[in-house]
Nanobody, 123 residues
């Protein structure tokens, strides 16, 4: 199981931005499918983004497309999720993890590399 250092969660107002990061150790992200999913209170986990490889076009959930940008910097072995124009419905715990087994953005089981980052959007 790889280890991660997660950063970037917090509480923001609607319209503001956050950047989530997962610095990964124990595997190389150079040729690895890494993604993000979130879990909102009382809801099922939801796959929101997957980078099949660091240089491939990412798959992004329609409801966050244009606001969220996932990317990977192999030199830092870090997965990023840049989130702009956050809305209350984006409030959730966000997790990074492998996405190679996802069917587009759906998985019966989402695997998290860490404990997740809490994002709260509230006015």
């Amino acid at each position: 199981q790889p280890q991660v250092v997660e950063n970037g969660g917090g509480t923001v107002q609607p319209g503001e931005s956050l950047r989530l990061t997962c610095e990964v150790s124990g595997l190389r992200l150079d040729d690895y499918a890494a993604g993000w999913f979130r879990r909102a209170p009382g809801k099922e986990p939801e796959g929101i983004a997957c980078n099949p490889t660091p240089h491939a076009t990412p798959r992004i959930l329609y409801s966050v497309k244009g606001r969220f940008t996932p990317f990977v910097i192999p030199a830092y072995n870090t997965v990023y999720l840049q989130m702009r124009n956050l809305q209350p419905e984006d409030t959730a715990t966000y997790f990074c993890g492998p996405c190679g087994h996802w069917d587009v953005l759906f998985a019966t089981t989402y695997e998290a590399w860490g404990q997740g980052s809490q994002v709260t959007v509230s006015s």
